[in-house]
C-alpha cells in the first residue's frame, strides 16, 4: 500500500507529520508493503508550511498510477484577518494550483482513497469535490462546506466511502489510526496507539444505521428563527439591478432581478449565460439577504446582505471562512 501525503504552500505541519508518523509506525506491524512519501502537485522541491514557514521536502509529483491513500492536510496561519497569510486565503491559494485537478482525477479512480486532515477537506470543497457528500472539517470552516454543497457532519472522523475526512487539528493522529485499522486492520491499530501512548478519539461517523430523532429544542430554535423573518413592503428593492462582486481574484457581473409576489421575495440572477434563482430570501429590518449558488470563481453558495439607498445597493457576498467580497450597483429598470 502507497501512501501519499500531499504538502503545498502554507500547509500545517501537524496535519501531515502527525499522518506520517502513524503510516510509518504502522509499517513496522505488518508484513504488508507499505511506503509513504510526501509528494507535492508540482514534483519534487521544498514546500513552505504555514508555521514558521519551515521548509519539508516533497520527494516526488503526487502519482495518481499508484494505488492506495492520499492524504491532503489543511493549512496554517491566522484566522483573524483575510491578510495573504491568513488560512482561507492560502486553502484558496492551493485550489489554484495543479493540485486541483489532480485530485479530481484521483476522486474518480476505483484504487485511491482520498483523505484530509481539518482544512484539507476545505480544499475538496473549493474544488467541487464534496456537492452531496458527508464530510466534516476545523469548526470554523464548517459554515464553507455548507456553502461549497457539501454535507457538514460534526464528528471527528467522518468516513463517506472512498473520502475520509478529519475535523480539528489534531485529527491527523485520529484520521491515519483509523485508515490503519479500516485497511490493515484493528490489531494493527491497537499496536500503533500502544506505541503512541494515544487513543483514537470520538465515533467515526457513517451514514449508515438509525437516524437520531431530532430533539424538541431543536424544533423550538428552527422555528423561533423562521417566525423571525418579516417583509417590509416599505422597503423598495424591487427591479432589475445591475451589480458587481469583487472577489479576491477579480470582479465578477451580476444582473439580479427582484419582485414580491403573492407575499413571497422572488429573485433571480444572471452570471454570465448562467441563471440561478436566489435561494431562502428574506428582508429583516433594512438588510435584504438570500443564498445563491455561483460556479465562478469557484462552486459556492454565497450567502447575500444587501442595503438599498436609494437606486444604489451595496453589500458583502459571503462563503463559510472566506474572506467576504464586497458587492455594489445601481438600479437599472
Known amino acids: 500500500m502507497h501512501i501519499q501525503i500531499v504538502l503545498f504552500d502554507g500547509f500545517d505541519l501537524l496535519d501531515a507529520i502527525a499522518p506520517y508518523e502513524v503510516f510509518t509506525a504502522a509499517a513496522m ?16 522541491r521544498m514546500v513552505t508550511s504555514g508555521v514558521n514557514h519551515l521548509q519539508i521536502q516533497a520527494s516526488a509529483k503526487l502519482d495518481l498510477i499508484q494505488k492506495g491513500i492520499i492524504l491532503v492536510p489543511g493549512a496554517s496561519g491566522s484566522v483573524h484577518d483575510n491578510g495573504s497569510e491568513s488560512v482561507p486565503v492560502k486553502l484558496q491559494q492551493a485550489t489554484e494550483t495543479s493540485l486541483s485537478n489532480l485530485l479530481t482525477e484521483a476522486i474518480n479512480k476505483p484504487d485511491i482513497l ?42 471527528r472522523i467522518v468516513d463517506d466511502g472512498n473520502i475520509v ?43 449508515e444505521g438509525n437516524i437520531p430523532k ?8 428552527e422555528t423561533a428563527s423562521n417566525s423571525n423573518c418579516q417583509t417590509d413592503l416599505s422597503f423598495d428593492f424591487q427591479g432589475k439591478w445591475d451589480i ?16 414580491y409576489k403573492d407575499g413571497q421575495i422572488i429573485g433571480t440572477a444572471n452570471q454570465g449565460d448562467e441563471i440561478v434563482t436566489l435561494d431562502n430570501t428574506v428582508l429583516e429590518g433594512n438588510q435584504l439577504k438570500w443564498f445563491m449558488k455561483v460556479s465562478k470563481p469557484m462552486r459556492l453558495n454565497l450567502k447575500f446582505i444587501v442595503t438599498v439607498d436609494g437606486n444604489n445597493m451595496t453589500g458583502e457576498a459571503k462563503a463559510g ?10 438600479r437599472i429598470l
Not at 471562512?321 to 455594489?328: G, N, R, T
Request: glycine share 12%; with cysteine.
Open 29 to 44: 506491524y505488518t508484513d504488508e508493503y507499505i511506503t509513504v512519501e510526501l509528494v507535492s502537485a508540482e514534483g519534487k
Open 114 to 155: 482520498l483523505s484530509t486532515v481539518c482544512g484539507g477537506s476545505l480544499i475538496l470543497a473549493m474544488s467541487g469535490l464534496l456537492e452531496g457528500r458527508y464530510a466534516v472539517t476545523h469548526h470554523m470552516g464548517m459554515g464553507l462546506l455548507s456553502a461549497a454543497n457539501a454535507i457538514p457532519v460534526n464528528a
Open 165 to 207: 475526512t478529519g475535523g480539528g487539528v489534531t485529527s491527523g493522529l485520529d484520521v491515519a489510526l483509523y485508515l490503519v485499522e479500516r485497511e490493515l486492520g484493528p490489531q494493527i491499530a491497537h499496536a500503533v496507539e500502544q506505541l503512541f501512548e494515544y487513543e483514537r478519539r470520538g465515533t467515526v461517523w457513517r451514514a
Open 214 to 221: 431530532e430533539t424538541q429544542q431543536e424544533n423550538l430554535i
Open 244 to 259: 458587481t462582486i469583487s472577489t479576491p481574484i477579480g470582479e465578477l457581473p451580476v444582473l439580479l432581478n427582484l419582485e
Open 321 to 330: 471562512m472566506l474572506p467576504a467580497s464586497k458587492l455594489a450597483g445601481h
